[in-house]
């Protein structure tokens, strides 16, 4: 157990609909990172949040967005959704924003956009 | 821009033989280099990393991984494979200014009886 905590683990969904998946860091950690993995795409870095605020994105769409909290929990708002965001999401937390913290990894949340 | 090469996309070996799983790496900048496992339904967890200092990294569950500049390379290997072994493990790189993981394919490692 890494002590990050993802809900749902499931959701299934229509095409068009809006999701909202959240994580819990682990205590203390002031990073949170959110990831995509599916089969044809592999392991893609969506955004990063250090404290409350963006620090980085990476391959997220327009139709993603995510915000972090002041109790430091993050939700990853998917919307006008499509068949082919349906993959693994993950967070991951660590300590600061220092590169070298090691990243550490929820069970993930798998949605099935049909 | 960095990258992350994973040579074999499945590798099968016997349980007590030897482990092999090949990474390479792009990066313009002194990477970080890290290797997860991802087990079936579950999260990533970390095995080893390097970040500066030795090469040979040592990791859990007898894994362990040398960093060659040389090479661009972080192949992690175990001595002797047990059944529990097989996962799907992930090769990944950071760096200075980019926090953020840049994952390798992932490779399935079958450990046979």
């Known amino acids: 157990d890494s002590g990050v905590t993802q809900t749902p683990k499931h959701l299934i969904t229509a095409t068009g609909q809006r999701v909202t998946l959240r994580c819990s860091p682990r205590s203390g950690d002031l990073s949170v990172y959110w990831y995509q993995q599916s089969l044809d795409q592999g392991l893609q870095f969506l955004i990063h949040?250090?404290?409350?605020?963006?620090?980085a994105k990476g391959n997220i769409l327009e139709r993603f967005s995510a915000q972090q909290f002041p109790d430091l929990h993050s939700e990853l708002n998917l919307s006008s959704l499509e068949l082919g965001d349906s993959a693994l999401y993950f967070c991951?937390?660590?300590?600061?924003?220092?590169?070298?913290?090691?990243?550490?990894f929820g069970p993930g949340t798998r949605l099935t956009v049909l | 821009a960095q990258s992350v090469t994973q040579l074999g996309s499945h590798v099968s070996v016997s349980e007590g033989a030897l482990v092999l799983l090949r990474c390479n790496y792009s990066s313009s900048v002194p990477p970080y280099l890290f290797w997860y496992v991802q087990y079936p339904n579950q999260g990533l967890q970390l095995l080893l990393k390097y970040t500066t200092g030795a090469t040979l990294v040592k990791g859990i569950n007898g894994f362990e991984a040398e960093f060659k500049k040389s090479e661009t390379s972080f192949h992690l290997t175990k001595p002797s494979a047990h059944m529990s072994d097989a996962a799907e493990y992930f090769c990944a790189v950071s760096h200075t200014g980019r926090r953020a993981l840049t994952f390798g394919s992932g490779t399935r490692l079958q450990v046979q009886p």
């Open positions: 991951a937390s660590s300590v600061g924003s220092r590169d070298r913290n090691e990243q550490f």
């Open positions: 949040y250090y404290n409350g605020e963006e620090r």
